[in-house]
């Protein structure tokens, strides 16, 4: 954890580049007043149009029209681009960072003096308020400077900040993938399963918030239950049968309950 | 919803068979008065005993002395010791009633006249205090009868009573087990890759609660994110890589990928 400051002596300026959810939400969180959106460039001139206009700021999709003299460069792009703005960016001397959790800090090294990350742990939806605010953010620079810049700015969003390289940082969004997206894709075959039975989602919700709470609380692999850790063959038969018409679940039944038992195996085991 | 009455004019009489995890919390709700738990049954005497202890009732492992008078005789066992435990009780006037999600009524039916079902839709813990009170208890009876005796016994425990038969509640049982097992083991596997880069289970918890709140308050199909949903190839397969060193995390990584992917384009084609 870096040390933050709660009072920034000095308000940011910023360039945005990017004009998606993590865009959507700066500009979100800069209406609050803790920076100032100096521009915000998009190759879709009308997105950076349409978003610069909730923020009353300029837009260009040239790269030759960036404003040279914010204080941070913010990449907030989709991961596969990121690599083509570094190249077409105008070099400035200020610190230019990207937010992508899977993209190493090297893309950016290649083309700029001062560089970093500064990576949101969060799902942003564009229909949802400021999230910034409970978020975790990794944050990483190729030198202490830029470091300093990332970390006073990143205090403006949220007050949770981690010092984290890339390496790490790509292993945590991996590790995000799996306890929320493919969590996500849990509820989304359990919401199916009942539906195509005419059973309300809802009669899930209190033992979906029970496994929640124990997930907070205490190590998940100490907390499993269900058939799959008493290697209950019975059930897991019966289950798989009544899953007959439905391949796909049927499989990641299969694979999912036989890792449920190879780690339990290994954590009794003291291995894990 | 079947109708309940909250005040409850007669206490119910109970023979519980079984010392897991749902008697030692059947007993836990006994304590506070609202019905009463004649006598205890195990196979195993010690398991019998100590769990009559903690509410002062007869204990026995004996079929023959299993007391006749009671209200209500709730076979809370493992779901594979059911049919025996069935087949082995004393010829009973009284309702029988098992509490497994998998199993059908048709196991009791065979051998009594009044019989059902009480499945309590929650992971119970032996080291956890009362959860029935927030439990969806799922109710099925072989007359009406039954259901009214069994309803009016649930309504002692929670609140939440829905009327299921069979074969829905086996769908609903398979339905937890993705909605809460697996979200536990996705949980599991970000645990295990987060300690094993020394990096804190902790950073992934806003977003946890973030993801929690969507799956709450929408349909999870809609509510997903990540780079399966984005079909961001990039990204996957660079996650792929980094789960090199653990085969089996790669394989549900993919299968689970695959999955989300297909389940979005249906959902966008609206053919579910």
């Given at each position: 954890?870096?040390?933050?400051?709660?009072?920034?002596?000095?308000?940011?300026?910023?360039?945005?580049?990017?004009?998606?959810?993590?865009?959507?939400?700066?500009?979100?969180?800069a209406?609050?007043?803790?920076f100032?959106?100096?521009?915000?460039?998009?190759?879709?001139?009308?997105?950076?149009?349409?978003?610069a206009?909730?923020?009353?700021?300029?837009?260009?999709?040239?790269?030759?029209?960036?404003?040279?003299?914010?204080?941070?460069y913010?990449i907030?792009?989709?991961?596969?681009?990121?690599?083509?703005?570094?190249?077409?960016?105008?070099?400035?001397?200020?610190?230019?960072?990207?937010?992508?959790?899977?993209?190493?800090?090297?893309?950016?090294?290649?083309?700029?003096?001062?560089?970093?990350?500064l990576?949101?742990?969060?799902?942003?939806?564009?229909?949802?308020?400021?999230?910034?605010?409970?978020?975790?953010?990794?944050?990483?620079?190729?030198?202490?400077?830029?470091?300093?810049?990332?970390?006073?700015?990143?205090?403006?969003?949220?007050?949770?900040?981690?010092?984290?390289?890339?390496?790490?940082?790509?292993?945590?969004?991996?590790?995000?993938?799996?306890?929320?997206?493919?969590?996500?894709?849990?509820?989304?075959?359990?919401?199916?399963?009942?539906?195509?039975?005419?059973?309300?989602?809802?009669?899930?919700?209190?033992?979906?918030?029970?496994?929640?709470?124990?997930?907070?609380?205490?190590?998940?692999?100490?907390?499993?239950?269900?058939?799959?850790?008493?290697?209950?063959?019975?059930?897991?038969n019966?289950?798989?049968?009544?899953?007959?018409s439905?391949?796909?679940?049927?499989?990641?039944?299969?694979?999912?309950?036989?890792?449920?038992?190879?780690?339990?195996?290994?954590?009794?085991?003291?291995?894990?």
């Amino acid at each position: 954890m870096v040390a933050q400051e709660t009072q920034q002596a000095k308000q940011f300026s910023i360039v945005l580049i990017g004009s998606g959810n993590v865009a959507h939400h700066l500009c979100a969180t800069a209406i609050m007043g803790r920076f100032k959106i100096l521009q915000i460039f998009s190759r879709n001139i009308e997105h950076a149009q349409a978003l610069a206009s909730t923020i009353n700021c300029e837009y260009t999709n040239q790269y030759s029209n960036i404003n040279p003299n914010a204080d941070l460069y913010i990449i907030a792009a989709a991961d596969d681009a990121i690599a083509d703005i570094a190249s077409s960016l105008p070099s400035v001397k200020a610190v230019v960072c990207h937010t992508a959790g899977s993209v190493a800090i090297d893309v950016l090294q290649k083309h700029f003096e001062n560089c970093g990350v500064l990576y949101p742990l969060q799902s942003f939806s564009k229909y949802r308020n400021d999230t910034f605010s409970t978020a975790p953010l990794l944050i990483e620079a190729n030198n202490n400077e830029s470091l300093n810049v990332l970390n006073d700015f990143a205090g403006c969003l949220s007050p949770i900040i981690h010092k984290i390289n890339s390496e790490t940082r790509m292993a945590i969004h991996v590790a995000a993938v799996f306890a929320n997206n493919f969590s996500n894709h849990m509820a989304s075959i359990a919401y199916l399963l009942m539906k195509d039975k005419n059973a309300n989602f809802d009669i899930l919700k209190p033992l979906m918030q029970e496994t929640f709470q124990k997930i907070m609380e205490s190590n998940p692999i100490e907390a499993q239950t269900g058939p799959a850790v008493r290697n209950d063959q019975n059930i897991l038969n019966k289950h798989e049968e009544l899953l007959q018409s439905y391949p796909n679940f049927k499989d990641i039944y299969k694979k999912i309950s036989e890792s449920i038992f190879t780690l339990n195996e290994l954590h009794k085991n003291g291995r894990i």
